[in-house]
């Protein structure tokens, strides 16, 4: 059976500890191994963790359901065993020991034997000898509870660090919001935290600035500052900008982490202060140092948010009004000539290095040997954590007193300019010292590496890497702490760098003189992932591919830049013409339409290949319809065509011939025929997404023009590809098309049906300009139910979406439109008509969609 500790009721359905802690449950036996139980207990506790211990008769339920409910509860398992086997319960066949260590198969475990142990029981030796032979598991001998406190300890450190030790990012618009959660404990900052804390539970404060140079523990600090308060607020979001270098970036940023997607010409924080405005919210916003520009940007979001605050952290400070700046300083050092154990062993930057050794070397311990050079190394290190951190990396070959020799040379080669302050410059020595430490092919990768913006996948360093031997190197960068692997949800492991470890590989890689080449070759290698995820994204694997996009979408923005910043015209149209649904879907049209006009106006444009060339005039052409310009679409379409029906170039050409049938006028009975010829040259060329996208415009302009039956056709197909891709912004626009062509046909019923279900294809996406088409198909609805009023509210809230994002209706769209504003001006007057709209708009699309959905 476990032991006692603080465990609250049975009755709960779960352990309900007032922390959020990882669960350590601890099986042994009782009165045999008290000490044991106490050591192990105290051991998990200093890791900040909670340990969770059974004692038997502690509670009025069957022992058995007890201690499998806390083993279910539980993350990791600690058996320790000596003599007993334990005791077996009434109609059990094993001891509850054995059982419990059965039950934990799946777990983290680490069992500890004590040695010697000359009376042991036979039963308990058999158990033992049945793990040691099944594999997967190792026992430790120990001593006494000292020791084995210990190696618990260690052991603990070691598995946190191997197996929770990057957390996976949050999944984009979670309604509360998320906070990572860091590998390692903080230590010290007591007093930081708790002004840090204090200021965040002052209403009158609305922006707190963590401020101090890299390395110093900020983001740890705003983290904890942030999980200590979260409890009190309706949401708390961390928006990362470690691998933003364009302030134009910024609300991006701020956008994708509080999950609002780039909707029209419509400013994103516009978007975020809908989405917090009247929320006690926390925005956590991380390494503003490099876009400090945007600072005025997040000043007028909190001056539209008046109940969200802002902690941010930066190497300097923001200078904005009603900044509360809190200056982040080293950890304490040791005083010079401090060697004794007892002396040294608290101070936080000693007991920094002695955490972060352990995990390298879980064997490590503070000894009279050892106590004088780390203290020495922390104060010369400054009590800068990363550079302690750097520097305890390397215990496990160099011990402290080799480490202590040979920093002194590493720092020696500090930067000398003048105007550099001390702790930048010891900051910079250590990581040319980790630097120094790598032979020429490690130097070599880290470098080359630096080009990745946000990290990089293994494919992605091999490609980068070129002729290096990339899977031993980087397993090599990863021992030397400068690499770090995180999961990345899909199974697949992102390695990134800190970025003062990147800014210093970037140096290096440029006096290497090989940046443009690995550039070349970084930007080369996205463009084939995006030629391949292009295919996937159709196929079964689509989820998988979308989750790369995203992770790569920081990098391939950053490749497109570069690609037309040093005139690579088609490497820049083969960076994005494949994956021109990934931009729309991702709200990132506005961006690109940019970048193809200045790829355009590049020296090197005019020697693409036809069909590139032709892919590139066609985006632009797309992108200006799409932002409201269709007649300088025309002269740039009709190009197109003529050159892809030249080459039979069916894609091309599908797409072509419907923005060229998007430039003429309304009625116009040539837009049927351009339609219909684009969809059967899109079918022919396979993509089945490209087909259900033309699809809901050619049933559009069937709607239009009365022809019910080829608009319920072409949208059914349309719906099932869209559905087969697994996209539910293009499904939510093709269903309120079904659901206009029930209402025109008279089945008001089929109709509502089709609109709920598109209504949660909406919400789904928070697709505000699909709403606002919904919102009008409602209206009709409305409309035909003799509620005129509610009609012209729907109308309303809808106009004012489309008004707020900048964004024009489709021809045939718009020609439906028209009529259903003369209906109502017919059946409310135009008075009454206005005010109504007047009243819907006020209301909001969401609001206003919601109230339908109750009234209807």
Not at 149 to 155: C, F, K, L, P, S
Not at 209 to 232: H, M, Q, W
Not at 335 to 358: I, K, N, S, T
Not at 791 to 813: C, F, K, Q, S
Request: with cysteine; net charge negative; hydrophobic share 50%.
């Amino acid at each position: 059976m476990t032991a006692a500790a603080d465990v609250p009721g049975a009755a709960l359905p779960a352990i309900a500890t007032p922390d959020r802690r990882l669960r350590v449950f601890v099986s042994s036996t009782l009165e045999e191994l008290a000490p044991e139980r106490r050591a192990v207990r105290d051991a998990i506790a200093r890791l900040r963790l909670t340990p969770v211990m059974f004692e038997l008769g502690a509670r009025p339920h069957p022992p058995r359901d007890l201690y499998r409910a806390y083993l279910e509860q539980s993350e990791v398992f600690v058996g320790v065993y000596g003599d007993r086997y334990g005791w077996v319960g009434p109609g059990m066949t094993v001891s509850g020991l054995e059982d419990e260590l059965d039950l934990s198969a799946g777990m983290p475990r680490l069992l500890y034997v004590r040695t010697p142990a000359p009376d042991r029981d036979p039963r308990l030796r058999a158990l033992l000898e049945r793990v040691q032979s099944e594999g997967g598991v190792s026992t430790t001998p120990y001593r006494d509870p000292a020791e084995l406190a210990d190696r618990v300890a260690d052991d603990l450190a070691v598995l946190l660090s191997e197996r929770f030790g990057r957390p996976v990012g949050a999944p984009p618009g979670l309604a509360a919001g998320w906070l990572p959660t860091p590998p390692t404990p903080m230590v010290d900052r007591t007093a930081e935290l708790a002004t840090v804390t204090g200021l965040l539970r002052d209403p009158a404060v609305r922006l707190v600035a963590l401020t101090g140079p890299g390395g110093i523990g900020k983001t740890r600090l705003a983290l904890a500052a942030a999980a200590a308060v979260e409890d009190e607020r309706e949401g708390v979001w961390f928006v990362d900008l470690s691998a933003v270098r364009d302030p134009a970036d910024v609300p991006g940023a701020v956008a994708e982490a509080v999950g609002v997607s780039a909707e029209g010409s419509r400013p994103l924080l516009e978007l975020v202060a809908d989405r917090l405005a009247g929320r006690h919210a926390l925005l956590v916003v991380d390494n503003l140092e490099q876009v400090t520009a945007a600072a005025p940007h997040l000043a007028t979001l909190l001056a539209r948010c008046p109940a969200t605050q802002l902690l941010v952290t930066s190497r300097t400070v923001l200078r904005l009004r009603g900044e509360h700046d809190v200056p982040i300083e080293p950890l304490g050092t040791p005083a010079r000539g401090a060697g004794d154990v007892a002396a040294v062993r608290e101070v936080p930057a000693v007991e920094l290095f002695v955490a972060r050794a352990r995990q390298a070397d879980p064997s490590f311990t503070l000894t009279d040997a050892t106590a004088g050079p780390v203290a020495e190394l922390v104060r010369r290190l400054d009590g800068l954590p990363l550079a302690v951190e750097l520097a305890a990396a390397r215990v496990r070959t160099l011990p402290p007193r080799l480490l202590l020799a040979r920093l002194d040379r590493a720092l020696d080669l500090g930067d000398l300019d003048v105007d550099v302050p001390d702790r930048q410059r010891t900051l910079r020595a250590t990581i040319a010292w980790s630097h120094d430490l790598l032979d020429e092919r490690g130097r070599a990768l880290l470098a080359r590496l630096s080009v990745c913006a946000d990290g990089c996948t293994l494919d992605t360093a091999e490609a980068v890497g070129g002729d290096l031997d990339v899977v031993e190197t980087l397993s090599d960068l990863v021992g030397h702490s400068l690499v770090t692997p995180g999961d990345t949800g899909d199974g697949e492991p992102r390695f990134r760098m800190l970025e003062l470890v990147r800014a210093y590989a970037a140096e290096r890689l440029r006096e290497r003189g090989e940046e443009e080449a690995t550039r070349v070759r970084w930007a080369q290698h996205l463009a084939a992932m995006g030629a391949d995820a292009a295919s996937g994204l159709a196929g079964p694997a689509a989820q998988l591919w979308r989750a790369r996009l995203d992770a790569e979408t920081t990098d391939l923005r950053a490749a497109v830049r570069w690609a037309v910043a040093t005139d690579r015209a088609e490497l820049a149209v083969r960076l994005t013409a494949p994956l021109t649904r990934w931009w729309w879907a991702r709200g990132l049209l506005p961006d690109m339409a940019g970048l193809a006009e200045q790829t355009a106006a590049l020296p090197s444009a005019a020697a693409l290949p036809p069909d590139l060339a032709g892919r590139l005039t066609w985006s632009r052409a797309a992108m200006r319809i799409a932002l409201g310009s269709p007649d300088t679409a025309a002269p740039l379409v009709d190009g197109v065509v003529a050159d892809a029906r030249a080459r039979d170039d069916a894609w091309l050409l599908g797409h072509a011939l419907g923005v060229q049938a998007m430039t003429l006028p309304p009625g116009d009975p040539r837009v049927v025929a351009l339609l219909d010829e684009a969809l059967d040259h899109l079918r022919r060329s396979g993509d089945g997404w490209s087909v259900a996208f033309s699809a809901m415009l050619r049933g559009a302009v069937a709607l239009a023009g009365g022809d019910l039956p080829a608009a319920e056709r072409v949208a059914t197909e349309a719906l099932g590809l869209a559905r087969a891709a697994a996209d539910d912004q293009l499904a939510a626009l093709l269903t309120d098309t079904l659901a206009l062509a029930a209402l025109m046909g008279g089945d008001l019923a089929r109709a509502r049906a089709r609109l709920d279900e598109a209504a949660v294809l909406h919400r789904r996406t928070r697709d505000l300009e699909g709403l606002a088409s919904c919102l009008e198909v409602l209206a009709g609805l409305a409309l035909a139910q003799g509620r005129t009023a509610a009609a012209a509210r729907l109308v309303g809230a809808a106009e004012a979406a489309r008004a707020g994002l900048g964004v024009a209706r489709w021809t045939p769209h718009q020609a439906l439109a028209d009529r259903l504003r003369e209906a109502l001006r017919a059946a409310l007057g135009p008075d009454e008509e206005a005010r109504e709209r007047a009243a819907g708009a006020a209301l909001g699309p969401w609001a206003a969609l919601d109230a339908e959905l109750v009234a209807g």
